[in-house]
């Protein structure tokens, strides 16, 4: 039997190892991480439907289908009280073209929802309309909800 008088040396006769038992641990566990993650993604489901709406309004009701869209329009709210929001900031009728203007860019196909409350007047909806075809937008829609089918109907 030969034994190795060096410093350092790991082995004991035989070339067997002599700390055999203690290797340091290669492996990371990823379950925790994965249970993090699937509870966040839990969490951003059930969150992500509220993050839509940004001013609350009571929208009109339609028959018409929804429009499907690639690209994510911009949002003209108008609420019960007449108030105008691009988006989720408040601004007045004269502040609306150029706002809009500086956000898309002078690109006329940008998309844009007005979403008017159902309790304010026509004649304040087309002000806003009005303003934004002035601005030199030309795909401009209204937005409302869809009619929810009667059971017998």
């Not at 988006?87 to 004269?94: G, S, V, Y």
């Amino acid at each position: 039997m030969t034994v190795s008088t060096r410093p350092g040396s790991r082995h004991f006769g035989h070339g067997r190892f002599y700390r055999r038992g203690y290797r340091p641990m290669s492996e990371i566990n990823v379950t925790p991480m994965v249970d993090v993650m699937l509870v966040l993604l839990i969490i951003f489901m059930i969150t992500a439907p509220l993050m839509t709406v940004g001013v609350k309004v009571d929208l009109p009701k339609t028959r018409a289908p929804a429009i499907a869209d690639e690209i994510e329009p911009l949002a003209v709210t108008i609420n019960a009280e007449g108030r105008i929001f691009l988006q989720d900031t408040e601004l007045d009728i004269a502040a609306l073209a150029p706002r809009l203007v500086a956000i898309a860019g002078n690109n006329p196909e940008v998309r844009i929802f007005v979403r008017g409350d159902r309790a304010i007047n026509y004649g304040r909806v087309m002000e806003v309309m009005g303003a934004i075809n002035a601005a030199g937008f030309k795909k401009v829609a209204l937005v409302a909800r869809q009619l929810t089918a009667k059971p017998g109907k």
